[in-house]
């Protein structure tokens, strides 16, 4: 029987944009961790499409369902099932990666599972690794829009512990983590495509 999917319109909505830049920044990439793949949208729509590179969903254990039904539905030969990734713990099983994609991750976790994820991506970076997260940022306190200060008091209403992250807060924690910010780009509805690449080590 058919697992049901659950359907993200922000999702549909974002993809396309998201992959053009995708295609750019992972063109050399071979492996490319999604953490909190949540319905699994994203996963099933970029990996045939990025097919020179492998693409390791994960979320927490909750979620895997959702984003099985996703593969199920359509299948990809370079696409993993999801492992269990919960950023606010310190041990991960994941291999090295080259490429680590997150979307509208940073204001659904508490600002200590941001911290805690940032300080353990070194663990699980290659060498030069690219690092993108997208989603919705403030800029000097400031939100970029009206719209987006309206979804900040939304998130807060339903959990406190959520909101949308000062865009320095994020570059000093990737900062002290090793990364080097390569791009900061402008996407639709708002959102921002933040870009870094690990430090030779």
């Known amino acids: 029987m058919s697992i049901p999917k659950i359907f993200s319109q922000a999702c549909e909505n974002n993809r396309q944009p998201i992959l053009d830049l995708l295609l750019r920044f ?10 909190g793949s949540g319905t699994g949208q994203h996963a099933a729509f970029f990996a045939p499409r990025l097919p020179h590179l492998v ?5 927490l254990a909750i ?20 492992l269990v990734f919960d950023a606010s713990s310190s041990s991960w099983s994941c291999r090295l990666m080259d490429g680590l994609f997150t979307a509208n991750t940073c ?23 690219t690092i993108v997260i997208y989603g ?4 000097g306190g400031r939100f970029t ?3 987006n200060a309206d979804f900040d008091c939304r998130l807060k209403m339903h959990n406190p512990h959520q909101g949308i992250r000062d865009f320095e807060a994020i570059n000093g924690l ?6 080097v910010l390569q791009e900061d780009l402008p996407m639709p509805a708002n959102n921002r495509l933040l870009v870094w690449q690990r430090k030779n080590t």
Do not use: C
């Not at 693409?55 to 979320?59: A, I, K, R």
């Not at 369902?65 to 370079?78: E, G, H, L």
């Not at 919705?136 to 800029?139: E, Q």
């Open 174 to 179: 990737a900062s002290s983590a090793g990364l």
């Open 145 to 147: 829009s009206a719209s």
């Open 63 to 82: 979620n895997h369902t959702a984003i099985n039904a996703w593969i199920n539905d359509y299948p990809s030969s370079n696409i993993r099932r999801p």
């Open 136 to 139: 919705p940022f403030k800029y």
């Open 55 to 59: 693409w390791q969903t994960s979320d």
């Open 26 to 35: 992972f063109a050399k990439t071979r492996s490319v961790l999604e953490i």
């Open 107 to 129: 204001h659904i976790m508490p600002w200590p599972t941001v911290v805690s994820l940032f300080a353990g991506l070194p663990s699980l970076l290659a060498s030069e690794a």
